[in-house]
């Protein structure tokens, strides 16, 4: 077979892109990674100012974070990092020694919090006291902390790793359930401040990104991260649905774009509910709880009293 060119220099390609037709070399690799981060924030009308990364140490965030400085002035933006410690264990003592690294390389501020300042207990804990899945737990924790933090700080954005391969198997298995309401409500490229209910805004820069894009954007950009998956989140069958993504991408390798794409334009087309939001009546920060006790809240009156019940 004819070796593939990168399709800017024509020099010998390192890469090829399936469902993109293209083969790059390192560095035009790299520019086309960061231009469509670039492009699609723009597309979206993203408008920030000071934006919070969100990094986990996994190679979405660190390839986000690298992304985003690289982008800064493009993008007229301040950037700083937030890494939760989580207290998984090894795997998050690997994690925020890699976000502390990446953050002194990148000469970035990075605050590093303690999930148990917060909760009372680590990840672990919090998942055998509540009986829920460890990913839904960890997603109530990780949302309120990161707003939290940014709120307190100033940000008016949080920037999140999430990629296409997530959010892709993510409405796979919401359309497969009948839970319509995961693809009306989640996973907005851009969504804005709420100010009045202490609501930072979001931005998922690598919606159109594949997981495999970050890993080599983060090879050629030299940047370390965590291999190892989170060990409580095996078993997830989210895992199980990004594996069928992989046999559908082999019949058809834009089926996932056009899959995102689709449904994002029919989410456009679709009346948005109406939300009653208010605040919660413990932290202040939004719910729409009836009884005005956010699931962060909830999740920690558990665990208080499970505690209270150990003593
Ligand atoms: P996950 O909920 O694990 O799929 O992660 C989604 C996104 O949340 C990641 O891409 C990161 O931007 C962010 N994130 C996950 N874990 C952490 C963490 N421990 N600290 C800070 N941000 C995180
Ligand atoms: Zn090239
Ligand atoms: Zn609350």
């Known amino acids: 077979m004819k070796k593939k060119r990168c399709i800017v220099c024509h020099r010998k390609a390192d890469v090829y892109i399936v469902y993109a037709n293209a083969a790059f070399c390192r560095e035009h ?9 670039l492009r699609t924030l723009k597309e979206a009308k993203f408008e920030g100012r000071r934006v919070l990364v969100a990094v986990s140490g996994g190679k979405d965030s660190v390839a986000l974070l690298y992304a985003l400085t690289s982008l800064a002035e493009a993008l007229n933006i301040q950037i700083a990092a937030l890494h939760i410690d989580l207290r998984i264990g090894n795997y998050s ?6 976000v502390e690294k990446i953050a002194h390389e990148l000469k970035i ?13 680590g990840l672990p804990e919090a998942t055998r006291v509540t009986k829920r899945p460890a990913c839904a737990v ?6 309120w902390i990161m707003n939290k933090i940014a709120y ?19 409405w796979l298995k919401a359309l497969l359930t009948q839970r319509e309401e995961d693809i009306i409500r989640d996973f907005s490229i851009v969504t804005p401040p709420n100010p009045d209910y202490r ?11 594949r997981e495999q894009e970050n890993m080599l954007y983060c090879l050629f950009k030299h940047a370390p991260f965590i291999q190892e998956i989170c060990p409580l989140s095996r078993g997830a069958t989210l895992h199980r649905y990004k594996e069928i993504w992989g046999d559908i991408l082999e019949v058809n390798p834009v089926s996932q774009i056009n899959f995102v794409k689709s449904l994002l334009r029919l989410r456009e087309r679709i009346e948005k509910p109406k939300i009653n939001m208010t605040t919660c009546k413990i932290c202040g920060f939004a719910t729409t709880a009836k009884d005005s006790i956010c699931a962060f809240c909830r999740l920690r009156l558990r665990i208080q009293s499970w505690k209270n019940s150990l003593s």
């Not at 690799?29 to 981060?37: A, D, N, T, V």
């Not at 501020?109 to 207990?121: H, T």
């Open 29 to 37: 690799f790299i520019e086309f990674y960061e231009r469509k981060i």
């Open 93 to 98: 003592e690997e994690s925020v020694a890699i």
């Open 109 to 121: 501020p990075i605050r590093i919090v303690d999930v148990r300042d917060f909760l009372g207990v």
């Open 138 to 143: 960890c997603g109530i924790v990780k949302r």
């Open 152 to 170: 307190e700080n100033g940000f008016d954005y949080i920037a999140t790793g999430h990629n296409i391969d997530d959010i892709s198997a993510f």
């Open 199 to 209: 609501i930072v805004g979001r931005i998922r820069p690598q919606i159109f990104l």
